[in-house]
């Protein structure tokens, strides 16, 4: 399975050959300069909250690539005003099966409104199952107890974890939750973007690897195979 970092909570899996592409903040993360916003392929578009760190880049990639756009109702509506007719609503506990597999949208505990303020309904986070293997992505959220019923029914290969302390978990927090969801190969995402969540990477890299875990850092742009 490829992964691919895109900077602050943007990723890209490939499933089976399709595409996923998780929270598309690119054009505005000004850590993310080096990458070329409009050759970034897309089958789906995975949008996890309302905030525009995470879906700041949807419509100008939606429209280009035609990508379906799966999110909770009120997101994917959003986007369907906005001309995007190419669209999945889900809401929480709820899965659908894909061309490549199952997702499924999960608690997160955060906000969640437009950038103009209005309802985004609630936030969320995905599981994704497939032949190959299964993954969760959190979305920005605190540690939650929610987080153990995943640990005691999804056996997930790797997740997707906020680790940028002040808007979500911090790594104390992402520690936890990695032993909630029993899953010790965790990729950190969600810090370094702006002043409140600068992290020590060999910090947090060796506080992980304390309790026996693994913390991936990927520099913006790489793709690595997991
Ligand atoms: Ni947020
Ligand atoms: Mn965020």
New binding site residues.
């Given amino acids: 399975m490829q992964f691919t970092f895109y900077g602050h909570a943007c990723f890209a899996v490939e499933v089976e050959g399709k595409k996923l592409l998780f929270d598309p903040f690119i054009s505005g993360n000004e850590k993310a300069k080096s990458i070329a916003v409009d050759a970034i392929e897309a089958d789906y578009i995975l949008v996890s909250?309302g905030?525009e760190?995470?879906l700041a880049d949807v419509e100008r990639i939606a429209k280009r690539t035609g990508a379906k756009v799966v999110s909770n109702f009120e997101i994917v509506t959003y986007f369907g005003k906005k001309g995007i007719e190419n669209g999945h609503p889900m809401n929480h506990g709820g899965s659908w099966n894909f061309d490549f597999g199952t997702v499924k949208y999960v608690n997160a505990i955060?906000?969640?409104s437009f950038p103009d303020g209005s309802y985004a309904g609630n936030?969320g986070g995905f599981i994704v199952s497939s032949k190959e293997k299964t993954f969760y992505y959190s979305g920005?959220t605190a540690l939650t107890m929610d987080m153990k019923l995943i640990g005691e029914y999804e056996k997930l290969a790797f997740a997707v974890l906020p680790i940028g302390n002040n808007?979500?978990m911090g790594v104390k927090e992402a520690i936890i939750a990695s032993d909630f969801i029993k899953c010790n190969k965790i990729i950190g995402i969600h810090y370094d973007t702006f002043g409140y969540i600068e992290i020590d990477h060999k910090k947090a890299i060796a506080d992980f690897k304390a309790r026996g875990k693994e913390l991936i850092l990927l520099n913006i742009g790489q793709t690595i195979e997991i």
């Fill in positions: 909250h905030h760190d995470h955060h906000s969640s936030p920005d808007f979500t």
